[in-house]
């Protein structure tokens, strides 16, 4: 059975899978990535991890992989296939594509962002299926975007589209790690919205989930901070779907596991905003944790379709 590797690279953990030519998961396997022992760690990680699943797809499938596919966080240079920066792997320029093309024998290797490979599983076989434009937004630690239009992701002239979580939403507010203050992603990321209801129940260890469960509960300390947290996302999307005018709106990442908790205020609160912009559906993302491999998969499905047709 004809396969593909697909790597999904985080900070403190690797996804992995074979990945048939329909998108089915025919192997799936997770990883840490070995950070803490440096930035070198990490690549050896990668290349062992891929080299063990081409090794079990000629055992489990009669054939290696045909090609490889690996998403990476940070910035990417999809066309020479270089990792150019990625801040919490301590990767700078790292020939990804040719280290592990090299590793596993000559085979083909598509490198792409974790959020845009995420983005792009979602637009073919998940949420977003069968929708012609769409702006894809993961709530995690930060908060990206991937912007899909016609079954492709568009990466931007500088491989850097879709960084939502970088719109000035609250001027002069929280410090960015990009250097600038009131970013989107300081106030709406699961992170913020963890920190911020940490600080007002007095625990440190809550986190955006607990935040959710008090919400539902009725707590009104949580929903003050819950409702500051929609409005500001509001205001990013708003933006976003004014620039982009997308059909939808794919909301995922650990935010997006509250549900209505989160969909109901959000989808009146972006409604409130808009005056001529049509306003787009505003669903969940319905892949979950593995929309990164599985876009992996298709970049490496994609790069196989692309030389046959060369």
Known sequence: MRNVIA?????????????GADGTLLHEARRPTGRERGPEAVIETVLSFAAELHALGRERFGAPADAAGVAVPGIVDEASGTAVYAANLG?????????????????????GHDVRAGGLAEGRIGAGKGIGRFLFVPLGTGIA????????????????AG?????????????????????????????????????VCGDPQAGAADAAKAVASGDARARAVWQ????????????????????????????AEAGDTLFVPLREAVRRRVTFQPLPSIVPAALGDAAGCLGAGLLAWDLLSTEVTA
């Open 228 to 255: 500051a947290a929609v409005d500001a996302l509001a205001d990013g999307l708003v933006t976003g779907l004014t620039l982009l005018d997308p059909e939808m709106l794919i909301i995922g990442g650990g935010l």
């Open 91 to 111: 990767w700078r320029d790292v020939p990804m594509r040719a280290l592990l093309s090299e590793q596993l024998g000559g085979v083909p290797v598509a490198l």
């Open 7 to 19: 790597l999904d690279v985080g900070g403190t953990g690797m996804k992995a899978a074979l990945v």
């Open 145 to 160: 975007g991937a912007i899909g239009s016609g079954g492709r992701i568009e990466a931007g002239a500088h491989g850097s």
């Open 163 to 199: 960084e939502i979580g970088h719109i000035v939403v609250r001027p002069g507010g929280r410090e960015c790690g990009c250097g600038q203050r009131g970013c989107l992603e300081t106030l709406a990321s699961a992170a913020a919205v963890g920190r911020d209801w940490a600080a």
